[in-house]
Structures are given as structure tokens and as C-alpha cells.
T-cell receptor
Framework: DAGVTQSPTHLIKTRGQQVTLRCSPK?????VSWYQQALGQGPQFIFQ???????QRGNFPDRFSGHQFPNYSSELNVNALLLGDSALYLC??????????FGQGTRLTVV | GNSVTQMEGPVTLSEEAFLTINCTYT??????LFWYVQYPGEGLQLLLK?????DKGSNKGFEATYRKETTSFHLEKGSVQVSDSAVYFC??????????????FGQGTILTVHP
């Protein structure tokens, strides 16, 4: 079992650009959540996908959008990047409410 | 809304010392409680969990007891090792209602263990 895998691991983008991050959930998991972790902070919930629909959303602007595919994998898209979007983006998968399993994260740097 | 408060860090201990990291929470209903650990340059790993009052979660020598009366979930370990050096996050999730397992995290506590 490969667990939760994310790609890419590191990314550098210029302010104003758009970025897409990808996540493959742990085998058998049907729910994918995305979190943003700023340096020295705890992760903040962005949104959650279940059955290819956004089920819940945190306090993030519409520049942050996502998608879930029929195989449960997911993408996080961020448009019009700001310097403040620099962070570690974590994907977590779960089945029910038993606790989430996290990927290694994608380190996004906006310059 | 839900919130989690962890003790201020960083925490520095000598090997074999006793560890306590305090965590208190505010939540509606009956949340599930978790401790996650993050090693340098890595994502979060689930360390232990408890889903109802008085439950004790345990793993790798770490323990935490769900105390509803004090809304706390303190992490303890009797004898820490250098390899336990990491950032520890307390988190909660509402099992019911409309939260669908969304995790709310504390700010994290950095633990450094010296030989």
C-alpha cells in the first residue's frame, strides 16, 4: 500500500501564476481533504471532496479550487498566486471519520 | 466554532525524561481527538486517537486520555528518545453533524530530545 501520494514535492511559481497540485489517496479511501500549512503553524483546512463533489470548505478564497476524479484522486488549483500562498500543502485521505492519513505534502514557494 | 490549544513550545528534554504536552479543546457535540506527529521535511503521521470520553489512545509508548470534564487530551510518554524529536499536533474532528471528519489543529509543539 503506497499510502497517500502527492506530486510534485516542491514547486516554485511566480506571483500571479496558477498552480495545480495532485493527490492519490490511500487505497480504499474515498474522501480527500486539502490543508495549507504555513511555516511554524498547524495545518488549516481548505476543502474536502467526496463522491467527486466539494463537501465542505474552509475559510479560503475562491482562488482555491479543486476536483476529485472517479478513482478518488484529487487536484488542488490555486489561481493568481500571492506571496502569502507559499506553504506546505497537505492532502489527507480518509474513509468515514476514523482519522485521516496524510501525504508528504507539496512545498509551494511563490516568488 | 471548534478550536484546539496546545502548550507553548519548544520543549527540550534529555533522553529518558518524562514528556507531557498539554492540549485543550473547544467543540460542539462529541468530537474525536487525535495526536499527529511531523518529522522534519515530512507530512503528518497519525500517532494516536480517542473517539469518546475516557478512552485512552496509545502507540509507540505515547498515551493520551480523552477527558471530557476538562476538555483535554494531554500527550504523555514515560521515557523519550532522541528519535522522538519532532513537531506534535493535537487535533479534533466532529464525528457527526456537518463536519464530515474535517480536522481542526492546534499550533503544534516542537519537541527536541538531547542524548
Amino acid at each position: 500500500d503506497a499510502g497517500v501520494t502527492q506530486s510534485p514535492t516542491h514547486l516554485i511559481k511566480t506571483r500571479g501564476q496558477q498552480v495545480t497540485l495532485r493527490c492519490s489517496p490511500k487505497s480504499g479511501h474515498d474522501t480527500v481533504s486539502w490543508y495549507q500549512q504555513a511555516l511554524g503553524q498547524g495545518p488549516q483546512f481548505i476543502f474536502q471532496y467526496y463522491e467527486e463533489e466539494e463537501r465542505q470548505r474552509g475559510n479560503f478564497p475562491d482562488r482555491f479550487s479543486g476536483h476529485q476524479f472517479p478513482n478518488y484522486s484529487s487536484e488542488l488549483n490555486v489561481n493568481a498566486l500571492l506571496l502569502g500562498d507559499s506553504a506546505l500543502y497537505l492532502c489527507a485521505s480518509s474513509l468515514g471519520v476514523g482519522g485521516a492519513f496524510f501525504g508528504q505534502g507539496t512545498r509551494l514557494t511563490v516568488v | 466554532g471548534n478550536s484546539v490549544t496546545q502548550m507553548e513550545g519548544p520543549v527540550t528534554l534529555s533522553e529518558e525524561a518524562f514528556l507531557t504536552i498539554n492540549c485543550t479543546y473547544t467543540a460542539t457535540g462529541y468530537p474525536s481527538l487525535f495526536w499527529y506527529v511531523q518529522y522534519p521535511g515530512e507530512g503528518l503521521q497519525l500517532l494516536l486517537k480517542a473517539t469518546k470520553a475516557d478512552d485512552k489512545g496509545s502507540n509507540k509508548g505515547f498515551e493520551a486520555t480523552y477527558r471530557k470534564e476538562t476538555t483535554s487530551f494531554h500527550l504523555e510518554k514515560g521515557s523519550v528518545q532522541v528519535s522522538d524529536s519532532a513537531v506534535y499536533f493535537c487535533a479534533l474532528s466532529n464525528a457527526g453533524g456537518t463536519s464530515y471528519g474535517k480536522l481542526t489543529f492546534g499550533q503544534g509543539t516542537i519537541l527536541t530530545v538531547h542524548p
